[in-house]
């Protein structure tokens, strides 16, 4: 069956609705946590919320609404404990550590049959429900609600911390707020890519576009078509290969990187 007739499922249109979705969250999202340099925190929150799949499969409750609290209240957490003890990134170790301890144990703990945790780790576009995608799909919006009613003070923030302190701004608040907003990226994430390559599609576009774009903004769109592309490709490859779509999209992305940097390496001066 060739990927157009595949278009014709609603399993397909879904996947392909989830990995537009992620990579506008990438784009968004994710240029401001690259561009605040919070990427391995990211990345500790992403590991951490195995605990959450591991809670709600104990608990018998839906995973991503229960997915979506977990890592919320994580990404407060660990706000509150980087405002008091500083940036020691032996809390990121500690909080990566602890989630996918917790996740592990309350698996082995969940009663009936080991459930498959492969979509988890590695993301499966394919099993996107019609209720995780409306959830998903609102709770993304609200975070770019967020993000674009207050541009210009998150453009201000990401550019000087200290500079927009001294304007007046609630800078310890902002990085709670984004803390929050990248919690809930991660997880739209961990739909295609799973939390083992989540940042992934975080880090890759961002890097490829931050140097050649000339504000956070142009950064923000870029990195979303970047990703859009690496998806696109990605479920063409997979549906070709017959493998997981969420190492496909990665892999793509990955090999962009590669093209990128023997270009700058090789290219004619």
Do not use: K
Request: hydrophobic letters at 55%.
């Amino acid at each position: 069956m060739s990927t157009w007739e595949l278009m014709h499922h609603g399993f397909m249109q879904r996947a392909l609705a989830g990995a537009l979705l992620a990579s506008l969250a990438c784009g968004v999202i994710g240029s401001l946590i690259v561009v605040n340099r919070m990427l391995f925190v990211s990345g500790a929150l992403s590991h951490a919320s195995y605990g959450g799949i591991g809670l709600a499969l104990f608990l018998g409750w839906p995973v991503m609404p229960v997915l979506y609290g977990f890592t919320s209240v994580m990404a407060v957490g660990l706000w509150r404990l980087r405002r008091r003890y500083g940036d020691d990134e032996a809390w990121l170790g500690a909080m990566w550590s602890a989630g996918m301890g917790l996740g592990a144990i309350l698996v082995q703990l969940t009663p009936g049959y080991a459930p498959d945790l492969g979509g988890y780790l590695f993301g499966n576009l394919m099993t996107i429900s019609p209720a995780d995608m409306w959830l998903s799909s609102s709770i993304l919006l609200l975070g770019l609600l967020i993000i674009a009613g207050g541009y210009r003070m998150w453009a201000l923030f990401s550019a000087d911390p200290q500079y927009a302190q001294s304007r007046g701004l609630p800078v310890a608040a902002l990085e709670g707020v984004l803390l929050v907003l990248s919690a809930w990226a991660i997880v739209v994430v961990l739909q295609v890519a799973g939390l083992l390559l989540a940042m992934a599609l975080f880090s890759i576009p961002a890097l490829l576009v931050h140097h050649r774009a000339r504000s956070l903004g142009t950064m923000m769109v870029l990195t979303a078509l970047l990703n859009a592309a690496c998806s696109l490709g990605g479920l063409w490859l997979a549906v070709w290969l017959d493998v997981s779509p969420g190492p496909a999209i990665v892999s793509v992305a990955c090999f962009l990187l590669i093209v990128d940097l023997l270009w700058r390496r090789y290219r004619p001066h």
